[in-house]
């Protein structure tokens, strides 16, 4: 268990909180209370991120299964610049469930806007994503997805994997 309760939580250039699992067992969980939450950017790594992922482990897919992300913002949530916010899973391991929670009494806007563009002139969208893939990938959409997927790759054995669900309350 990933838990994190702070009143702001700036991601920038890359800047990553996330539980990673390879092989077999369960992933544990992320969950995350905060005011305001921003995540903006990529870097040469990755985009700037929060999730949880089922990876593979010396590319043997991962069995495991992933844990869940759950995040409660209560004033302001912005995932821009490519950011992602994802439950993932690479492999034949289940991932977990994305849960956003803003605070009704509260809540501003969620926010996902705008994309990154890498150096090798590729775009990394900004998006809330639960996915099943059949490789590792830093970029969970494609240009002109929408911003909340929920991706389920059955196409390959290696990502047969089911994706968890994605729930905005």
């Known amino acids: 268990l990933l838990a994190i309760n702070t009143p702001q939580i700036d ?4 800047g990553q909180i996330g539980l990673t699992i390879a092989g077999q067992g369960e992933a544990g969980n992320v969950t995350i209370l905060s005011q305001r939450i921003n995540s903006d950017g990529i870097s ?16 043997t897919p991962s069995s495991a299964a992933g844990g869940d992300l759950t995040i409660t913002a209560t004033e302001q949530f912005n995932i821009t610049g490519g950011s992602q916010i994802a439950a993932n899973t690479f492999g034949p391991g289940s991932g977990g469930n994305l849960i956003i929670n803003p605070q009704i009494e509260t809540a501003g806007n969620i926010s996902i806007t705008g994309f990154a563009t890498r150096s090798n002139g590729d775009s990394v969208p900004s998006l809330l994503a639960t996915s099943s893939q ?3 990938s830093d970029s ?5 997805t929408t ?20 729930t905005i309350n």
Do not use: Y
């Not at 997927?149 to 968890?164: A, C, E, K, V």
């Open 11 to 14: 991601l920038s250039d890359g």
């Open 140 to 144: 969970l959409g494609r240009p002109g």
């Open 147 to 166: 911003p909340l997927l929920i991706l389920d790759d059955q196409s390959s054995p290696t990502g047969s994997g089911r994706s968890g669900s994605a």
């Open 134 to 136: 059949t490789g590792p």
């Open 44 to 59: 040469n790594v990755g985009p700037s991120s929060i999730f949880t992922t089922v990876a593979p482990l010396h590319n």
